[in-house]
């Protein structure tokens, strides 16, 4: 018997010990998944892709037909690339990073075309996000259509490749580097569309309908410093209680999602329901609202927000920053962390602002 692994054709543990430490050969695709600060489900959702693990089940397999009417058997291949959908959805994607959209026989073919020619970059800008969600996009409007019989047209996954994209760059602001120094690219992801209908218009805090308390809050982020105001009003906008709070997080997010979670506490400490909640993050409202991704290091505080919306019988709305102008001042005041249970206790600006409020006093709104 000869031993392969050595020289001398004589077993020895050295060889073999050299044999099972040895590194694969790297592959530079896979390398290019793992990004920081990016959403890591998202990464390993590339990685099932690309290791062709994304259709793998346990038993005998069948082929089945692509849920679009294609036709055709249905591979990922097929799903991300081949079908009608994935097509025009990748024809919009394409025009909009300026690059003519190429042919291409696999998965890999189109993922290290897109990283390593159309637009080589360090991992982590722009291009490779928007490569990533709209995978993730294509592949989520396929699992819906299948397991929730709910058909999403092309309009509907760009708007979710929308949102993915502004909410990467409100979590982490993109950098000059990651926009390949062209700024005007993220104006396509900045706006939600419901924010673009007007240049200039008026808007005014709302009272609740009969019986309903409406509760304003938002959070403030200055040197590090994490703060939150709020202010509860009932269906005449009457003063309940105002509060003032520091958190000990780090971004501005959290300190919204910090501050509204502390009022909602409140009104159940007190009792209070039902509930109006009025916030003007529209990506919190939008995780609050709908079906929407979290974001990855947030997801503790929405769903005790939602657990205490189920308690209060609470509903969700935007409201424009001039309309929160109460909350705002609430969120900015120089005090240490307090409730305002009286509306004798509260300073004189914010009285006015709240008779100016309850007199529906409107407010200028530019974007």
Known sequence: MIWDLSTSGCFNFKSTWDFFRRRRDENLLYNRLWINNFPRKISFFVWQLISNLLLKTKGLQLASKCLRGCLSEESAFHIFWECTLANSIWDIVFQLIGCQKISCNSIEDLLTFWLNKAHH?????????????TCWSIWKARNNLRFRNDWEEVNKILSNINHLTFLQNATFPYQAWQLHNNPDLIMHFKVPPMMTQASSFLVSWTKPEFGRIKLNTVGFFVDGRAFGGGIARDHDGNFIFAFHYEFGVND???ADLYACLFGLNR????????IHIELQNYTIVNWLSHNRDIGWNFINPILKIRNLIGQLNANISFVWKEANGVAVFFSKIKCTSQVFDNVEDIPEEATILISEDMAGKRYGRRI
């Open 121 to 133: 970059s360090k991992s982590g800008c722009i291009y490779s996000h928007l490569l990533f969600f």
């Open 252 to 254: 501005p997010l959290s």
């Open 267 to 274: 009104c159940l400490t007190k009792g209070l329901t039902p």
